[in-house]
């Protein structure tokens, strides 16, 4: 149906343009190689038919791809982020592919030290005989989200290219900083007009998702009181230590590598500091709200303890909550669950409806009153060295895009 070869050549040419989101950056986006990804975007979309093609100030894309039937249709939309991961490498991406992948072990880098195989990941095997895309072993690939950008892009291509397939109007959305929690937070839902939307955000063929974690960030900061070691017999109060501690009294098999489906967690994923004053990042996650509040409070719980312990107000955390499960604004809407998932089964995929262990553009959108499931991009082993994405799996969700549009017209 779709041309694997310009899949595959889009593909490595948003890739190879650095888009990593900067937490520590207050503007919008949070770092300038959004915005030079936005500008070949905006040709891109004027190339395969698209009108009302806008980019904002905050780096928000919307466009429209017109309906070619005059009864009236839902309008549909379709999401994706143009940033990627600041957690690990993303500068000078240099995707290989692997043509028709044999199941052996895949060198990486040029040496031959780093090296994707079925060991470590098995799924690897699942794509015997397919074209995978993957790093060369120095940074991440970029397959979170520039494959959904990738597969929104080649399926208005098509649908350009084959007037006779009926479909209504489609709204086109890329997002600036969704992996650092902000996509949602200037897109204008009004503006962009749509009854409903899917991102192209999620992972392995097939996955359909309406449920994500209900998610909050926690940072506990710690003032010690540093005293020489030879005289600090009850003078010396050692931050790190009582990190250490605080850390010790949350459920060892509440982490995220001992969890999966539905489990939620609490993650440390930053601890820094010395004797006088130390620092902790948490994030917490559950997919049930009741569950999600209960970690929050028995993580304030360890704090008081820990204050009543220590002089008052030498622990002090800092909550935000991030973002809530979409399940509770899907629900009533689940007619849209039920089109993606004939539009994956007439693809020939069986739908794998799945709880997303994370976070989406959706799960804000659907709170701002854009009700937004997420669909698969194909990718695997996302934010790292190990991501690939078979070729075969995006023709499949380019294949997927235009079936739901085709069907919601029929």
Do not use: W
């Not at 490595?12 to 989101?21: E, G, K, L, V």
């Amino acid at each position: 149906m779709s041309n694997p070869i310009a899949i595959a050549e889009r593909f490595i040419r948003y890739a190879r343009i650095n888009t990593q989101s900067d937490n520590a950056s207050a503007s919008c986006p949070s770092s300038p190689g959004q915005f030079d990804l936005a500008r070949e975007i905006l040709a891109d979309l004027s190339e395969v038919g698209c009108d009302e093609i806008g980019l904002d100030r905050n780096g928000y894309i919307m466009a429209t791809f017109a309906a070619n039937v005059t009864q009236p249709l839902p309008v549909i939309g379709f999401i994706a982020h143009m940033d990627t991961s600041p957690d690990f490498f993303g500068k000078n991406v240099n995707p290989q592919v692997i043509k028709n992948y044999d199941g052996s072990a895949i060198p990486l880098d040029p040496e031959g030290l780093i090296k994707l195989n079925s060991k470590e990941f098995p799924e690897l095997l699942n794509y015997r005989g397919q074209d995978l895309i993957v790093t060369d072993g120095k940074t991440l690939l970029g397959a979170d989200d520039k494959a959904g950008i990738t597969e929104i892009l080649e399926a208005i291509r098509f649908l350009h290219q084959n007037p006779e397939i009926p479909h209504g109007k489609i709204r086109i959305g890329f997002t600036p900083d969704e992996e650092i929690g902000r996509g949602a937070d200037r897109f204008d839902v009004k503006k962009f007009g749509a009854d409903f939307a899917y991102t192209m955000d999620g992972g392995a063929i097939g996955e359909l998702e309406f449920e994500n974690f209900n998610a909050a960030s926690v940072v506990i900061n710690i003032q010690g009181r540093n005293v020489h070691p030879g005289t600090a017999k009850g003078k010396m109060i050692n931050a790190l230590q009582i990190a250490t501690d605080l850390h010790s009294r949350l459920p060892v098999d509440e982490r995220p590598e001992k969890t999966e489906g539905y489990e939620g967690f609490f993650h440390l994923s930053r601890l820094e500091g010395t004797v006088d004053k130390a620092r902790m990042d948490y994030i917490i996650r559950d997919h049930d709200f009741e569950s999600f509040s209960k970690r929050k409070n028995i993580l304030a719980g360890i704090v008081e303890e820990f204050n009543r312990i220590y002089p008052a107000g030498t622990v002090k955390a800092a909550v935000r909550d991030q973002y809530y499960n979409m399940k509770e604004k899907i629900m009533p809407v689940y007619q849209i669950i039920d089109l993606a998932a004939a539009a994956i089964r007439e693809a020939g995929i069986e739908p794998l409806i799945i709880p997303i262990r994370g976070g989406t553009d959706g799960s804000k959108l659907s709170y701002m009153g854009l009700p937004t499931p997420n669909l698969f991009t194909g990718g695997h082993n996302y934010h790292g060295r190990f991501e690939f994405i078979p070729i075969q799996s995006m023709e499949k969700a380019v294949e997927v895009i235009v079936n739901i549009v085709r069907i919601a017209a029929s």
